[in-house]
T-cell receptor, first 116, second 111 residues
Framework: GAVVSQHPSRVICKSGTSVKIECRSL??????MFWYRQFPKQSLMLMAT?????????EQGVEKDKFLINHASLTLSTLTVTSAHPEDSSFYIC????????????FGPGTRLTVL | DQQVKQNSPSLSVQEGRISILNCDYT??????FLWYKKYPAEGPTFLIS?????DKNEDGRFTVFLNKSAKHLSLHIVPSQPGDSAVYFC??????????FGQGTTLQVKP
């Protein structure tokens, strides 16, 4: 299998607080993990690509100081939304690709973030 | 610049019939294509993929066709089942490892 988990599945927080989202590959080692966000009725927008042990590569327009990514091991990546504001409310999804086959990404179940 | 396009936002099909979802791309450097299925408030689930060296890949009820000259791919689901109702995204992978997604097509299979 290729199972990716995310935690938490949903979070509600006050404006100005920071929120950490974890992404784990449960039954495989992931060379690369990706973070996406999806607005209602829109496609998935890639935010950043993270490789284990190195700094994440952010897509144009994504603030790296706002969305902190840590890829500490081959099975865990975290996304921290710092000083969250209502406009950060979205559905955040991570994905991971296997070491031996990087063509296919396997997605986590997503995290619904609501910032009040 | 939308490099991967799904021009039909929605599709409605009768149960048992064929569903055909279409996808067009503009970048000839794309060498691997994937289809994902997504339910609301869930992450996408990988369905089927195809390499640019092939023109067809089949897995059970799902078949993906690739026409490189037309830069077009399609997903055929036959027979369609009500449980297939979901949003379907096509995605393209270049040698950067990044996936470029289409806008998605909402499939409704009516019993």
């Amino acid at each position: 299998g290729a199972v990716v988990s995310q935690h938490p599945s949903r979070v509600i927080c006050k404006s100005g607080t920071s929120v950490k989202i974890e992404c784990r590959s449960l039954d495989f080692q992931a060379t690369t993990m990706f973070w996406y966000r999806q607005f209602p009725k829109q496609s998935l927008m890639l935010m950043a690509t993270s490789n284990e042990g190195s700094k994440a590569t952010y897509e144009q327009g994504v603030e790296k100081d706002k969305f902190l990514i840590n890829h500490a091991s081959l099975t865990l990546s975290t996304l921290t939304v710092t000083s969250a504001h209502p406009e950060d409310s979205s559905f955040y999804i991570c994905s991971a690709s296997r070491q031996e086959s990087t063509d296919t990404q396997y997605f986590g179940p997503g995290t619904r973030l609501t910032v009040l | 610049d939308q490099q991967v396009k799904q021009n039909s936002p929605s599709l409605s099909v009768q149960e048992g019939r064929i569903s055909i979802l279409n996808c067009d791309y503009t970048n000839s450097m794309f060498d691997y294509f994937l289809w994902y299925k997504k339910y609301p408030a869930e992450g996408p689930t990988f369905l089927i993929s195809i390499s640019s060296i092939k023109d067809k890949n089949e897995d059970g009820r799902f078949t993906v066709f690739l026409n490189k000259s037309a830069k077009h791919l399609s997903l055929h689901i036959v027979p369609s089942q009500p449980g297939d109702s979901a949003v379907y995204f096509c995605a393209a992978n270049s040698n950067t490892g990044k996936l470029i997604f289409g806008q998605g097509t909402t499939l409704q299979v009516k019993p």
